[in-house]
């Protein structure tokens, strides 16, 4: 797949794509779900040291990270908890621990994502500048895009390219 912008002036360079973290590469509801049901007194589960660290991925969002990664320049772009400030390390432990030094390098922790210029931001939320964001918004998670593979099957196609099996 050939990845060029229709742009002249970004001829040559791979489309960014922002990826978010929570509910979106990975699963946040069950581990808040399981600290609430282990701790029903604490009501902030995700200000719990290891919450984030310790998340899993949502179904397919591994293999999905791979394949764009292979095409675009992909960043991973999450909201820090403001009810846990060991959230910037454990974000930063959780991708390298699972994708590696050079991914972790392409980490981005900031509140208003709408601060980021790129083409795409796959999020679940429209929170924290989401809706202002300059590229296009996939919210993960909806009707539109209920999983990954809607998700890969529509850059694919936007981008001209064949979605790669």
Sequence with gaps: ME???????????????????????CDYNKAFLQYRADNPSQPFPQSQVGFFQNLEFIDGAFEAFKLLNKYFDVWILSRPSVMNPLSYMEKALWVKNNFGLEIQKKLILCCNKSLVKGHYLIDDSIDDGQQEFKGQLIRFGTVDFPNWKTVIRYIFNIEGGHYPH
């Design 3 to 25: 990845n060029r912008s229709r742009n002249s002036s970004d001829v040559g360079m791979k489309k960014i794509i922002y990826i978010d973290m929570d509910h979106v590469l």
